[in-house]
């Protein structure tokens, strides 16, 4: 079983140090520490073990260290920056692993940027050595990439011309779509095994200056300064900290304090329940900063997370997720009363942010949600994006006992989707007017309200509830797998794309493809041949 | 050999017939004329040959009836409209051939709303009986849906449920992106195999409207007629006749009056040389109606079509296109400053629609393309954008030889990608100045004007022309085909995301994916399975 948390103490591979406003992020991989067997992380390549560590450390820069405002990533490697992710780690897994593990670098690089973009913390790629493919996706992911010119580095993504592969973590995207090189140039780059080294890949928009061995140093150092000099964060934020979660893990789920986990293997589905906050949390920021990471938000999403994780890896066979909250739906209000009136404040921004990351953390899981509206349920504000994530609802309508739902301002835009909606907006593409109807609605919504409003698929009541669910689980967890996959990223994201919906969408499933052809992971295949003294053998028809 | 040519009088599967503004285009399927061996096409199923029929109608109604202005879809089989792609065709055909199926067919129904969208021919669907899978698929594309209220006509897409794939020609996309049907009940209508009839149907956003049985025929007839009546289509306008093209095909290739195309089976690349236009054309948009498909900008065009369609089909192994022309600058700008001049005339506007739609075919085939500029060649204005489509293009620098490009009025926004952008303005999203720069240019671009100004990608010299290119092809061609149609589908659509690049990009991505996998293709797969006694198994694993 694969776990996801981990701290800078326990690093094996990353080195991470804060200097007043500037954090260094060096990546100094140690070939044995690998996460699987029958492979070395030479070159400063990756495996999963190596990325839970930098997600780990990008995390834990915004909340515990909110000071930072320029993060240098770098390698403490000679001559060589990142060689990527591991060849013979890719060659020797799984399909559904090699998905799952370009799906969780996606995130942490789409975290790189959110926090440059929403934490004011600026990321400088200091490549001391080559970066060849994911070492140069993650470079890109940075708002800023200096090579060293030593008459050697160069920066590359091999993986076509030499693993008859996508590079799988938004390169191919973020070549055209960030830096918005030019097409044929990025055509011409991705099939040179080479790369380019410092003149023409400064050309080329690739990176954005070089600098001889002996100035590197020197040169790093000033855009650093200048960098956090300029950076909007607040110099006397002090952080919070954050602690292990604390997780009862059995072979039936995992039970942490307010998200609790249980898998229905026979079924092949889990039912996984977020309880709500308590009624007497603090609305004052200074004794939030005391709570730290016992306030219910942020412990509550990061158990939610890390359940997320779990399911996506450790639970391949559970096609399906019934999400329930159980909870006073006034309380929920309450807390997002408090984290509206503090957005401004560097923990309640990161607080939202951190809620919104998971959430779509959930919305690019592959498998289906059913959200199951029940009483003592509370759907409510930042928990009623729970329901409007999920692929189908149900509410109970049972005029006996009480069901509701609410909405609070958190569901107004601070909790965007990948495609840069909310998820009140994603729903009525059709009807945007609906969005003003739902958010100006007086009060909670009982049954009857929410499915007149839409924001519920179905309502069966109290003698067809039983029977209905368990006929949608089972029914749902009857189909292909693969085929549900690909429906529920079709139907997720309408509406506008952006690059991370590009990336997940679109580049993701291409790779998936691939990742599947006799040409890369066939007997003959480039991936399977890599290092070996075989030759890769094509099928040459084009597809 | 699959032929793309056909017309009315040779249709097998459709009856086309236009009574003044009003065109009728009924699907009555013969179930043993099919295109391949071992399956009938029941119940109004279709296979390519079918679907080619459809695309030539529409193709057919704006340049010989430009007077239609609304376009019925419907069936003279009774209680059915039409059953989607054939199942048995799909189960029985090889990856590549389902792949370029699909795509085909995704053309035909972006070709539909392209003629609704920017030729006033507006399509409405008419189900007189069950629409299922393909079917719906089919109405989906169209402006308009109205099904007959019987009892049990109904619309689906059962292939999730049923078959283990996705809806495979922009169901998913535009049920969400151009219906904006409520995503939970796209959902539930995804999975539910035998679809909605009438008032849900209604309801959810599926179809517009329902009509009695009885009541059928004069409700569509008078949807028809106002349809009819608020056209933009000017009454008076006469067609051209499009006359089968003339071709001599031979085991290496295809020689029309304007393309040549030779296929270097050895090397699996082709060259594929445009011809410019005489300089004798007329200027007068009279005497280019008696011309007819014989104007060079059309003909030729329908040439360079069915060229990349055979390429497609045909030569799969021919992974590299090489792309060339010959003829006179001067020639072609004179054809493109009559279409400008003509743009609002019925024809010169069908003519550059044309094109574009031509231009839009080559971006989305899964080869590559290099442009090769040189002596004698012709690449301004519209035949330019052949080089902008190339993935590189080459130029050759040789003082003592005049080699040119140059930009007309038609590069500025009347050939549209499917990204809604030019390709200039693909070409220079990091710099989008340039992209004035370059159509205010004062004349040609020679070979250092055209390097300057980042019209190309590399500008060998004559005494490394030849091993360049050599060594270039030779290069592209051992790369793996795979890894190949994923990375251009990636740089060649940076920018905005449109429903068709929704479609091509991400949807097709997925089903090219699902299309792989043993739960759908297996032994034991859905599709493998589908009509048999045995039922799928899957590996429930989720990727």
């Given at each position: 079983?694969?776990?996801f ?54 995390e ?40 799952n ?82 097409r ?62 604390q ?29 709500g ?20 938000p ?40 408090t ?50 994530s999920?692929d ?17 301002a ?30 100006k ?14 924001l ?10 039983d ?28 509406g506008?794309?952006?690059l ?41 028809k084009?597809t």
């Amino acid at each position: 079983m694969i776990n996801f948390e981990t701290t800078p103490e326990r690093y094996k591979h990353w080195k991470l140090t804060v200097d007043g406003a500037v954090a260094t992020l060096s990546m100094d991989v140690q070939e044995d520490a690998t996460l699987g067997e029958g492979y070395k992380l030479k070159l400063n390549s990756y495996d999963l073990g190596v990325d839970i560590e930098l997600a780990d450390a990008v995390e834990r820069l915004r909340f515990e260290h909110p000071e930072v405002r320029a993060v240098v990533i770098t390698s403490l490697k000679p001559r060589i920056f990142c060689a990527g992710a591991n060849i013979y780690m890719l060659g020797t897994s799984s399909h559904s692993f090699k998905v799952n593990f370009c799906k969780f670098t996606n995130e942490t690089r789409c975290a790189i940027e959110d926090a440059s973009a929403n934490s004011g913390q600026r990321y400088i790629a200091a490549l001391n050595g080559t970066a060849s493919g994911g070492g140069y996706e993650l470079a890109i992911a940075c708002d800023e990439i200096y090579l060293v010119d030593d008459g050697n580095s160069a920066v590359s993504l091999p993986e076509v011309p030499l693993l008859g592969v996508l590079p799988g973590t938004g390169g191919l995207t973020r070549l055209v779509d960030k830096r918005k090189v030019r097409r044929d140039r990025a055509d011409v780059f991705s099939t040179l095994a080479e790369g380019l080294k410092g003149k023409r890949a400064k050309e080329w928009g690739l990176i954005d200056d070089y600098f001889p061995t002996s100035k590197f140093q020197e040169s790093i150092a000033a855009r650093v300064k200048s960098a956090a000099e300029s950076g909007a964060q607040s110099k006397d934020a002090r952080g919070i900290k954050l602690h292990p979660l604390q997780v009862e893990a059995s072979n039936d789920g995992r039970e942490y304090k307010y998200v609790s986990l249980k898998i229905n293997r026979e079924g092949r589905y889990a039912d996984l329940t977020m309880r709500g906050p308590e009624s007497d949390l603090p609305t004052d920021v200074e004794e939030i900063e005391k709570l730290g990471d016992a306030y219910w938000p942020l412990q509550a999403y990061r158990e939610l997370s890390d359940a997320l994780l779990h399911l996506r890896i450790n639970e391949l066979e559970t096609g399906l997720v019934c999400l329930r909250t159980e909870g006073n739906i006034a309380d929920v209000l309450a807390v997002d009363e408090t984290l509206a009136a503090n957005k401004d404040h560097w923990l309640g921004r990161e607080i939202i942010l951190h809620m919104a990351r998971t959430l779509r953390r959930l919305d690019l899981t592959a498998k289906s949600f059913f959200a199951l509206i029940e009483p003592g349920s509370c759907f409510a504000g930042n928990l009623l994006e729970l329901a409007l994530s999920a692929d189908r609802t149900y509410m109970l309508n049972n005029p006996d006992e009480k069901v509701e739902l609410a909405t609070s301002a958190l569901n107004k835009g601070a909790l965007p989707m990948s495609n840069g909606l909310t998820r009140l907006g994603s729903r009525f593409l059709a009807e945007p007017g609906r969005v003003d109807e739902v958010l100006k609605h007086n009060g909670t919504f009982d049954t009857e309200e929410a499915e007149e409003a839409g924001l519920v698929t179905f309502a069966p009541d109290d003698l067809d509830w039983d029977d209905e669910i368990r006929v949608a689980i089972e029914e749902r967890t009857s189909l292909s797998p693969d085929a549900l996959t690909g429906m529920e990223a079709s139907l997720r994201f309408a509406g506008p794309e952006t690059l991370d919906t590009k990336i997940y969408g679109r580049l993701t499933a291409w790779q998936n493809w691939i990742f599947q052809r006799p040409n890369a992971v066939g007997p003959q295949g480039a991936l399977t041949n890599y290092g070996k003294p075989t030759q890769a053998q094509f099928d040459f028809k084009r597809t």
